[in-house]
Nanobody, 127 residues
Framework: QVQLAESGGGLVQAGDSLRLSCTASGRAVSSYAMGWFRQAPGKEREFVAAVTRKGGGVYYADSVKGRVTISRDNGENKVHLQMNNLNPEDSALYYC????????????????????WGQGTQVTVSE
């Protein structure tokens, strides 16, 4: 079973950038499709981005498209989420998730598709 640990969150100002990282242990991250989700206070957890095992397919939520890039470094057993031009609506606890998804043309995007989750890293964007 793979374990996931997120890092890279913090307090930034509107317009700033952050790079979140998800480090996998226990199994090679190359076996998994990976996703990022977020949950703001009082709101349900929502999809942000996902990538297939080999990186052949990526998908973004409309709310972040054009500002966010998901990437993976299977050699380092990591997945990254580069977020640019952040705004206060991006403030949330960001979770990394993994699933054994073998298709490489399109990643899973539903929470129920993912079976392993990290503890989350907090992103707070001030005005």
């Amino acid at each position: 079973q793979v374990q996931l640990a997120e890092s890279g969150g913090g307090l930034v100002q509107a317009g700033d950038s952050l790079r979140l990282s998800c480090t996998a242990s226990g199994r090679a991250v190359s076996s998994y499709a990976m996703g990022w989700f977020r949950q703001a206070p009082g709101k349900e957890r929502e999809f942000v981005a996902a990538v297939t095992r080999k990186g052949g397919g990526v998908y973004y939520a409309d709310s972040v498209k054009g500002r966010v890039t998901i990437s993976r470094d299977n050699g380092e057993n990591k997945v990254h989420l580069q977020m640019n031009n952040l705004n206060p609506e991006d403030s949330a606890l960001y979770y990394c998730a993994a699933t054994l998804w073998y298709a490489d043309y399109a990643p899973p995007i539903r929470q129920s598709d993912f079976d392993t989750w990290g503890q989350g890293t907090q992103v707070t964007v001030s005005e």
